[in-house]
Nanobody
Framework: QVQLMESGGGLVQAGGSLRLTCAAS????????MGWYRQAPGKQREPVAI???????NYVDFVKGRFTISRDNAKNTVYLQMNSLTPEDTAVYYC????????WGQGTQVTVSS
């Protein structure tokens, strides 16, 4: 199994930045991609960004130009740098890893005040 541990969430004012971290442990061989989803109160979970094992990235439109996903393979860690945050970015952010199954972290709360 793969265990994922997120960190870096918190409270920030609009226009501010946060960096989320997701550390993978356990049976991490053959993870093909990792990424982030988010779920705002009363809304469905939605994708945010994904990074493949070869470094290719993809973003949902509403974060393009503001968020950057990256990975450190030596540390088995994925990052989500979030800039120019708005109150609409308030959500629980979940890290996930794709292997033979999809594994999820426990989530980290991001709150952006206006």
């Amino acid at each position: 199994q793969v265990q994922l541990m997120e960190s870096g969430g918190g409270l920030v004012q609009a226009g501010g930045s946060l960096r989320l971290t997701c550390a993978a442990s356990g049976f991490i061989n053959s993870i093909t991609a990792m990424g982030w989803y988010r779920q705002a109160p009363g809304k469905q979970r939605e994708p945010v960004a994904i990074i493949s094992s070869n470094g290719g990235t993809n973003y949902v439109d509403f974060v393009k130009g503001r968020f950057t996903i990256s990975r450190d393979n030596a540390k088995n860690t994925v990052y989500l740098q979030m800039n120019s945050l708005t109150p609409e970015d308030t959500a629980v952010y979940y890290c996930y890893a794709i292997q033979s199954l999809v594994y999820w972290g426990q989530g980290t709360q991001v709150t952006v005040s206006s």
